[in-house]
C-alpha cells in the first residue's frame, strides 16, 4: 500500500488535480447487460458509499450504463461530492428500448448527452469526459476531428473541465492533442491482450493516463490456468493478479474494476495490491499474445 492507502498510491490526472490509481468502475451497478435497474439497490448505493469510504478519488462511469442507472445511483449516494472526487464520463453512445448498444456521435448528440451527463450527476461541469469511438476491442481508423470539436467547445464553455478518449489509436490521440489537451485514455488493455504496450509507455512519457478496461477480457482456458496458478501462489485472485500486474506494468495505468459488491470491492484493493515476483511475471509473460 502506497501513502494514499491504495495499491498503486496516486496520479497527476492534470495539473492540480490528482486521483487514486485504484479507482472504479460503475458500469456493473446496472441491470443484466448493463440495462436497467440494478439487482439489488441498496446494495449499490452502499458499494458506492463503499468507494470513497476506501479513499478512492476515481469514478468511471457513463449515462449510457442503464441507461441512466449508475449515474443517478452515484447522485444519490454521493451528492454533494467530496471534493476529491473525480467522475469520469463518457459519450459517443447510447442504449435503445431494447438495451441494443447504438453509435451517438453527431454534434446534437454529444451535446446532448453532455447536458444529460450534467442533470444525472448533478454537476454544472463535468470533471473529465471521454468520448467513445471504435468498437469495444479496439479503434477504429479515421479521423475524430467532427466529433471531438463539439466536445472541446463544451469544455471551452466550461461546462468539462477536462477530455479524454477511448477506443483510440495513436493517430487520433495526436490528432485530438492538437485540438484539446487529452488527460486519458481508455482502451482494451490486460494482461493477456498487451496489444497497446508501445501506446501506454508513450502516453506515460507524456504524463497521460492510461485506463485499461476488461482486466480478465478474453482469456483462453490456458491463459486463465496460468493466471490462477500465479494467483494460488500469492493466495489471491486471478482478477487480483490481473490488477497487480496492471499496476505494476506502468505509473500511467488507472484502473477501473467494477463491481456490484462490497466483498468484491475489497477483494479487488486487496488483490491490486498483490506483490508480483519476477517468477510471477515470467510466467503472465507467456499468456501474452
Not at 450534467?118 to 470533471?127: P, R
Not at 493517430?171 to 485514455?185: D, G, L, N, S, Y
Request: aromatic share 6%; hydrophobic share 45%.
Amino acid at each position: 500500500m502506497s501513502d494514499s492507502g491504495l495499491p498503486g498510491g496516486m496520479f497527476a490526472l492534470a495539473p492540480g488535480v490528482s486521483v487514486t490509481r485504484m479507482g472504479y468502475g460503475a458500469m456493473q451497478l446496472a441491470g443484466p447487460g448493463v440495462f436497467g435497474p440494478p439487482k439489488d439497490r441498496d446494495e449499490a448505493i452502499a458499494v458506492l458509499r463503499e468507494v470513497v469510504e476506501l479513499g478512492i478519488t476515481h469514478i468511471d462511469t457513463s449515462d449510457y450504463y442503464g441507461p441512466y442507472v449508475t449515474n443517478e445511483l452515484i447522485r444519490e449516494a454521493l451528492h454533494p461530492y467530496p471534493e476529491s472526487l473525480q467522475i469520469v464520463t463518457k459519450v459517443g453512445a447510447r442504449r435503445d428500448a431494447a438495451g441494443a448498444w447504438l453509435e451517438a456521435r453527431s454534434p446534437d448528440e454529444l451535446r446532448r448527452a453532455v447536458h444529460e451527463n450534467l442533470e444525472h450527476l448533478g454537476l454544472d461541469a463535468l470533471h473529465v469526459v471521454n468520448l467513445r469511438l471504435g468498437g469495444f476491442a479496439g479503434a477504429e481508423a479515421g479521423s475524430l476531428a467532427e466529433t471531438f470539436g463539439p466536445l472541446v467547445e463544451l469544455r471551452e464553455q466550461g461546462l468539462i473541465r477536462h477530455l479524454g478518449l477511448s477506443t483510440v489509436n495513436a493517430e487520433q490521440i495526436r490528432e485530438a492533442q492538437a485540438m484539446a489537451p487529452v488527460v486519458c485514455v481508455q482502451n482494451f488493455f490486460n494482461v493477456a491482450h498487451r496489444e497497446d504496450g508501445e501506446l501506454v509507455d508513450s502516453l506515460a512519457a507524456e504524463g497521460i493516463a492510461y485506463v485499461p478496461y476488461f482486466p480478465l477480457g478474453g482469456f483462453t482456458p490456458l491463459q486463465s490456468t496460468e493466471l490462477a496458478s500465479v494467483a494460488s501462489r500469492l493466495e489471491t485472485s486471478p482478477l487480483g493478479v490481473a490488477l497487480a500486474w496492471l499496476l505494476q506494468r506502468s505509473p500511467n495505468i488507472l484502473l477501473i474494476p467494477g463491481t456490484s459488491s462490497r466483498v468484491h470491492l475489497r477483494e479487488n484493493v486487496a488483490g491490486a495490491g498483490a506483490a508480483l515476483s519476477d517468477q510471477d511475471l515470467a510466467g503472465l509473460d507467456r499468456i501474452a499474445v
